[in-house]
């Protein structure tokens, strides 16, 4: 068994029991107690346990292996779903990338690519792409997160706010098989309600099953429906209640509004029309 199988083997089981012992471990993974301690010295120089007598106990942390020690599981299967993905991307497309050891094969996979944008919140994928002349990388900023090199939070959300991409490719921990219809469901709806926009790509680009993909784009625009509506109440409710206080005010507001909902359309159909990439 090789060494990252075997830490994140033993990272579960700190998950799950709060503490591992040598002697089952050395018997569950087939290796001799020599190779378990070696392991668990090893994790408890990158502080992700601590060392006890016969074992060791878990620290208080998220247990999650490292990206660096993920790169050699599953390495072919890796590669194939990277060819294949490459095979979807056509020249000038912006093309985003999440963190993770498949996504990273994605971005290898693209490299011969020409006229290409990269859009990335992971610093592996980023270090990899700045060299090649032939791609204009973007890099969100953001608070790295040391397990997957990725940028994360309210700053790297901020700095996407204003892109638009013509294909997504996402890291996943696990698909759900069996009522993947109602997650895929659930996901669309939320992101209807909370962004109104953009999902309906990374569905498609994702080759989901005509009925899962019609489902969810129908649950996403129903999202999207709700979310509209429930703006629409909640502006009427407030204008409503500020005639009622003062006529004059609240007549020269409500004018206000349809002005920037008039400039705020007229932005967008610029932008989808005349600016599709948004970079």
């Known amino acids: 068994m090789r060494q990252a199988e075997r830490l994140e083997t033993i990272l579960e089981w700190l998950s799950g029991n709060g ?5 089952d471990i050395s018997d569950e993974l087939g290796v001799s107690a020599a190779t378990v301690r070696r392991d668990l010295d090893f994790l408890e120089r990158q502080r992700l346990l601590a060392r006890t007598h016969g074992g060791a106990v878990a620290q208080g942390v998220l247990y999650e292996l490292p990206l660096r020690y993920k790169g050699g599981r599953h390495k072919e299967e890796k590669l194939r779903i990277a060819r294949e993905a490459a095979t979807r991307v056509a020249a000038g497309h912006a093309v985003g990338l999440t963190g993770g050891t498949t996504t990273t094969e994605v971005a290898r996979a693209l ?3 020409q006229r290409l944008t990269l859009v990335t919140n992971a610093l592996n ?8 002349p032939n ?5 969100t900023g953001g608070v790295a997160r ?5 940028l994360v939070g309210p700053i790297a959300e901020a700095s996407l706010a204003g892109l638009n991409l013509d294909i997504v490719f996402v890291g996943a921990d696990n698909l759900v098989r069996g009522g993947g219809r109602d997650v895929r469901a659930l996901i669309a709806l939320t992101f209807g309600l909370v962004h109104g926009f953009g999902f309906a790509n990374v569905l498609r680009e994702f080759g989901l099953p005509r009925e899962a993909l019609g489902w969810s784009l129908f649950s996403f625009n129903v999202g999207v429906e709700i979310g509209q509506l429930f703006i629409v109440l909640l502006v009427a409710t407030a204008l409503a209640l500020l005639r009622r206080w003062n006529a004059t005010v609240g007549a020269r507001v409500a004018f206000a509004g349809s002005l920037v909902v008039i400039a705020a359309g007229t932005y967008w159909f610029v932008q989808r029309v005349f600016f599709p990439t948004g970079i």
């Open 19 to 23: 503490s591992v012992n040598v002697a």
């Open 111 to 113: 490299v011969d690519h």
């Open 125 to 132: 994928i980023a270090s990899e792409m700045a060299v090649r």
């Open 135 to 139: 791609l204009k990388l973007v890099v």
């Open 146 to 150: 040391s397990e997957s090199y990725e």
